[in-house]
C-alpha cells in the first residue's frame, strides 16, 4: 500500500507559563506599545469578568458566561483582525469583541437579558453572541463568501469551542471554506472542557486541529494563554486568507479557569487539582513578566491601570443599569422590515396587558 | 408574451433578479450546469458565473447558514432545498438564526434570503421526496412562507419575495411544474406577498387552499356548479402571515367553510384557520367547518401517494356535507 497523505500538526509557543521566551519573536512584541495595549486589554477582561460573576451572584445580571483563563486568546485574535473583518463570535469572546469596539456596556446589557445589547454602534457588522452551539460557522463560510463574490480584502473569523468541533455545522463550514478556498478563519478555543465532558472523551483525535484536514483546511496548535504566539499565527492565517489562500485552523490550547457559566458548578465534575495547575499557566502572569523584563511595566503602572480598567466598568455598570427598560411592543419591533397586519392584534394585548406578572 | 409552465415562471424571475440586481446570488445543490434537478436554475450559471449560481457541497444545513453569513453583507441569497423532506436539517439555521438576526440585532443585520423548496407529492418521487412540512416553517415569527399556484403567480410572487429585505420560505407545488403552461409576461413585476387571492366566486361555501390542491379544488368546484353548489374558491397564497381577512370576509358571504391541505391534518394550517374563524366569525357559520387534509400518516412512498393526496372527491364530497349539515 503506498501513502497518498500524510499530516502533521505544529505546536507554536513563544513565551512560556514563567514569561521566559522560547522561540524566535515576531516584530510586534518588540513594540512596547503594542505589548501594553494587549497586556492592559488582557486586564480589563479579567476584572470585567470578576464584576460581571458578581453582578450575577447579586441578581442584577442573567446567567452569564466568563471569559477568565481565555484572556491572550481573545485579546491576539483582536489584535491581529482588522476592523474590516467580520467576527463571528460564540459567546465569551469578550477580549475579541470590545478590541474591536463592542461596549462593556452592550456586553452587560445583553447578558442582563436585553437583546439591544446586540446591536453594537462599533463593529456594525460583526455577528451578535452565538447561543446554539457550532451554528455560528457556516455563517462565517458565508460571509467570507460574500467577500470573495465581491473581491474585497477582508477576512471572517468565527470562533468555536472544543465541545463545538463534534457538531456537523463546524465540519460543513470547513468543507465548504476549503473547497471555495474562502478568506476564512476557524479558532479552535480548547479551553479543555464543554461544561462538564473534558476533550479527551470528546474526540478521539490527537488535536483539534487536525479536523481541519479532513475538510483540507490546514490545522495549527497554538500555546492559547500565549497572547504573542496566538496573534503572531492569527496574523499568519489571516495574510494567508487576505492573500487568496485558503483557510485555516487555529486551536488555541487554553483552559477555563471559571465555570461554563455562572448556572454552572464545575467542582461537581472537575478535579481540583487540575484546576490549580492550570492556574500556574494562566496568560496575565506571564504577559505581565514579559513587560516586565523588557522595562516596559512596573507596580506603579499596574496599580494605575487597574484603577482604570475599575472605572471603567463601573462605567460600563452604570450605564446598563440607568438603561431605560425595553416595554412590551419591544418584542414586536424588528421582527419585520414590513410587519404584518396580523401581528397587530396581539401586540395590542401585549399592550393591555403589560410586563406581566413577577415570578 | 411566452406561455411558460411554472418552473419556467421561476426560472424567468430567477433571470430577471440576477439581470436587474447585482446582490442577487443563487445557491444550492446541483444547480449549476445541471441547473437544478426540476431545471429551474437552467442556463443561469452559463449566463451569469459560477460565483452568482453557485454549486454547494451537499449539505442542507450548510446552505441555510451559508445564506444567513452572505445575506448579513447584504447579498440577496436564493438558495434551493432539493426537496422538502431534505429541509430538516436546515431548520436549525432558519428558525434559529435567519428568522431571528434582525429581531435579535435590533434591525443591525438582516436576511434578505428566499429559500426555495419543492413542495408536495404526486410525481412518484423517491421516499423523502414529496412531504409538505410548511407548518415547520409557519410556526416560527421572522419568517414569510409562500406557496404560488400557477405560473404567473410564481413569477410574480419569486420576485417579491426576492425584494422582500426578510427571509422567505418559497415552497413550489411540485406536481404544478410542470403540470400547464400559462402567459407570463417577463415585465419584472412582482405580486403582493401577505394577500391571499380570490380565484373563483360563489354564494354557497368557500373552498381555502394553496399550492398544488389550488387545481383539485377548482375541479372540485366545477363538478359542483352542476349541482348547483355555488363554491368561493380562495388559493391562500401567503402560508404566514394567513391573509384572514380574505376567509373572514368570504366565509361571512357563504357561511360555509372547507379547508383542503396535502400536509397532515394533525396542528396542519387548517386547524389554524379553523380556529380562528372559530373565534372571528363563528355566528355566521351556517355549517361547522370541514378540513379536507393528508392522513396523519407518514406520507406514503408513490404506489399510495393519490391515496394519501385529497381526491378532488373528497373535496367535493365535504363542500357537499356542509350544505346537508346546515339549514
Request: hydrophobic residues 45%; charged residues 20%; aromatic residues 6%.
Amino acid at each position: 500500500m503506498k501513502t497518498v497523505a500524510q499530516f502533521a500538526i505544529g505546536y507554536e509557543q513563544l513565551l512560556d507559563a514563567g514569561g521566559r521566551i522560547c522561540g524566535e519573536l515576531p516584530p510586534f512584541a518588540s513594540d512596547a506599545g503594542q505589548m501594553r495595549r494587549m497586556y492592559e486589554m488582557m486586564v480589563l477582561c479579567r476584572l470585567f469578568d470578576t464584576k460581571a460573576i458578581n453582578l450575577q451572584r447579586t441578581g442584577r445580571l442573567g446567567t452569564y458566561a466568563p471569559c477568565t483563563g481565555h484572556e491572550a486568546t481573545h485579546v491576539a485574535v483582536g489584535a491581529a483582525m482588522r476592523p474590516e473583518d467580520v467576527l463571528c463570535p460564540v459567546y465569551r469572546e469578550y477580549g475579541t469583541q470590545i478590541w474591536r469596539g463592542v461596549t462593556l456596556t452592550e456586553i452587560l446589557t445583553y447578558w442582563a437579558g436585553d437583546e439591544r445589547g446586540c446591536n453594537f454602534a462599533g463593529p456594525r457588522e460583526d455577528f451578535p453572541w452565538c447561543v446554539p452551539i457550532g451554528s455560528q460557522t457556516p455563517h462565517a463560510a458565508g460571509v467570507a463568501m460574500a467577500f470573495k463574490i465581491r473581491q474585497q480584502p477582508r477576512c471572517a473569523v468565527a470562533y468555536i469551542g472544543d465541545g463545538g468541533t463534534s457538531q456537523g455545522a463546524f465540519h460543513e463550514a470547513l468543507n465548504l471554506a476549503g473547497a471555495q478556498r474562502l478568506p476564512a478563519v476557524f479558532v479552535v478555543v480548547n479551553n479543555g472542557w464543554a461544561i462538564s465532558v473534558p476533550a479527551a472523551e470528546q474526540t478521539a483525535a490527537e488535536t483539534f486541529a487536525q479536523k481541519g484536514l479532513g475538510n483540507g483546511v490546514p490545522g495549527v496548535q497554538v500555546d492559547g494563554n500565549d497572547v504573542i504566539a496566538v496573534r503572531k499565527v492569527m496574523q499568519q492565517a489571516l495574510d494567508k486568507a487576505r492573500g487568496g489562500g485558503g483557510p485555516t485552523v487555529i486551536e488555541a490550547v487554553t483552559y477555563r479557569l471559571s465555570d461554563h457559566t455562572t448556572a454552572d458548578d464545575a467542582s461537581r465534575y472537575r478535579p481540583a487539582a487540575e484546576l490549580e495547575a492550570a492556574w500556574q499557566r494562566e496568560p496575565l502572569l506571564r504577559t505581565r513578566q514579559y513587560l516586565t523584563q523588557q522595562g516596559w511595566w512596573d507596580d506603579a503602572r499596574e496599580a494605575a491601570l487597574r484603577a482604570e480598567c475599575t472605572a471603567q466598568i463601573d462605567v460600563a455598570v452604570q450605564g446598563y443599569q440607568s438603561r431605560v427598560m425595553p416595554g412590551v411592543d419591544f418584542m414586536f419591533e424588528h421582527l419585520f422590515a414590513h410587519p404584518p397586519a396580523a401581528l397587530r392584534d396581539q401586540q395590542d394585548i401585549a399592550r393591555q396587558y403589560g410586563a406581566g406578572e413577577a415570578h | 408574451m411566452p406561455r411558460v409552465t411554472l418552473v419556467e415562471g421561476i426560472n424567468l424571475a430567477l433571470a430577471r433578479a440576477l439581470s436587474d440586481d447585482p446582490d442577487v446570488v443563487l445557491i444550492g445543490e446541483d444547480i449549476g450546469v445541471n441547473g437544478g434537478v426540476f431545471r429551474a436554475t437552467l442556463g443561469l450559471q452559463q449566463r451569469f458565473g459560477k460565483l452568482r449560481v453557485q454549486d454547494t457541497p451537499l449539505a442542507e444545513g450548510l446552505i441555510a447558514g451559508m445564506a444567513v453569513g452572505m445575506a448579513s453583507q447584504g447579498l440577496r441569497t436564493v438558495a434551493e432545498i432539493q426537496f422538502m423532506g431534505f429541509l430538516y436539517p436546515a431548520l436549525d439555521q432558519i428558525a434559529n438564526h435567519m428568522a431571528r438576526l434582525r429581531n435579535r440585532t435590533r434591525g443591525r443585520l438582516c436576511c434578505p434570503v428566499v429559500i426555495r423548496m419543492p413542495h408536495g407529492g404526486g410525481i412518484h418521487a423517491p421516499e423523502h421526496h414529496s412531504e409538505s412540512l410548511e407548518v415547520l416553517l409557519c410556526h416560527h415569527a421572522g419568517l414569510r412562507v409562500v406557496c404560488p399556484s400557477s405560473p404567473a403567480r410564481a413569477y410574480g410572487l419569486l420576485l417579491a419575495a426576492i425584494r422582500e429585505p426578510d427571509p422567505v420560505m418559497f415552497l413550489e407545488p411540485t406536481r404544478l411544474y410542470r403540470l400547464a403552461k400559462q402567459d407570463v409576461v417577463d415585465d419584472g413585476k412582482a405580486l403582493a406577498l401577505d394577500a391571499a387571492v380570490v380565484l373563483r366566486e360563489g354564494d354557497d361555501v368557500t373552498l381555502v387552499t394553496w399550492g398544488a390542491m389550488v387545481h383539485d379544488t377548482l375541479r372540485a368546484a366545477e363538478q359542483l356548479m352542476q349541482e348547483k353548489i355555488s363554491c368561493e374558491v380562495i388559493d391562500l397564497s401567503s402560508l404566514s402571515p394567513i391573509d384572514h381577512d380574505t376567509i373572514l370576509e368570504s366565509v361571512s358571504h357563504t357561511g360555509r367553510l372547507v379547508i383542503v391541505h396535502e400536509a397532515a391534518r394533525n396542528i396542519g394550517l387548517g386547524a389554524e384557520i379553523a380556529a380562528t374563524v372559530a373565534e372571528k366569525a363563528l355566528y355566521d357559520l351556517l355549517a361547522p367547518i370541514v378540513r379536507v387534509t393528508g392522513y396523519d400518516t407518514v406520507m406514503p412512498y408513490f404506489a399510495l401517494e393519490r391515496a394519501y393526496i385529497p381526491s378532488v372527491a373528497r373535496i367535493a364530497d365535504a363542500a357537499r356535507q356542509t350544505l346537508q349539515d346546515s339549514p
